[in-house]
T-cell receptor, first 110, second 115 residues
């Protein structure tokens, strides 16, 4: 069974710090990797996608992918209280379907 | 990204009844999906809604319990049948906009409580 694993947290960081969120996956055939942010009571919002090894930066967010290690991470620089949410890692599989990790709850303290 | 709406946004239903959830997209999309998110849990794919053919269900989900319609490329419905309290959950539809990146965008969700 294809699995996507995340530390459930909560991960607590002070405002202005770098938050580092990690995800491992089991399907070596996966080609597409995504990070979603989900605020309490809201639906998931796509914030980053990454398809090749290395780093991809978008504003304060950097996604990192290492296919050899089956590892994908999300760095949030200059963390803000508004970044407090659950972050879901998603990995594609057969038929373009996504498998989601359990999510990491991030708390940014002022 | 596509604009996705769902109806109803929330409902409270009695056990044994059925509820149909609607998902509307503002553009034509090939791939639509239905997920369930139980309290405090992550997302579990229920099925892929295929236009013009039967939905493709994931392990643990069956058509009799979760019938799905997909009459066109902008609309789908999910029915939760013969509900029990265990069906209390958030139900989400999502779409793959077909840009080739496999990303999915989610509707606002339907919060269902079964009493």
């Amino acid at each position: 069974q294809k699995e996507v694993e995340q530390n459930s947290g909560p991960l607590s960081v002070p405002e202005g710090a770098i938050a580092s969120l990690n995800c491992t996956y089991s399907d070596r055939g996966s080609q597409s990797f995504f990070w979603y942010r989900q605020y309490s009571g809201k639906s998931p919002e796509l914030i980053m996608s990454i398809y090749s090894n290395g780093d991809k930066e978008d504003g304060r967010f950097t996604a990192q992918l290492n296919k050899a290690s089956q590892y994908v991470s999300l760095l949030i620089r200059d963390s803000q209280p508004s970044d407090s949410a659950t972050y879901l890692c998603a990995v594609n599989g057969a038929g373009n379907m996504l498998t989601f990790g359990g999510g990491t709850r991030l708390m940014v303290k002022p | 990204s596509a604009v996705i709406s769902q109806k109803p946004s929330r409902d409270i239903c009695q056990r044994g009844t059925s509820l149909t959830i609607q998902c509307q997209v503002d553009s034509q999309v090939t791939m639509m999906f239905w997920y369930r998110q139980q309290p405090g849990q992550s997302l579990t794919l229920i099925a892929t809604a295929n236009q013009g053919s039967e939905a493709t269900y994931e392990s643990g989900f069956v058509i009799d319990k979760f019938p799905i319609s997909r009459p066109n490329l902008t609309f789908s419905t999910l029915t939760v049948s013969n509900m029990s309290p265990e069906d209390s959950s958030i139900y989400l539809c999502s779409v793959d906009p077909g840009t080739g990146g496999d990303e999915q965008y989610f509707g606002p969700g339907t919060r269902l409580t079964v009493t």
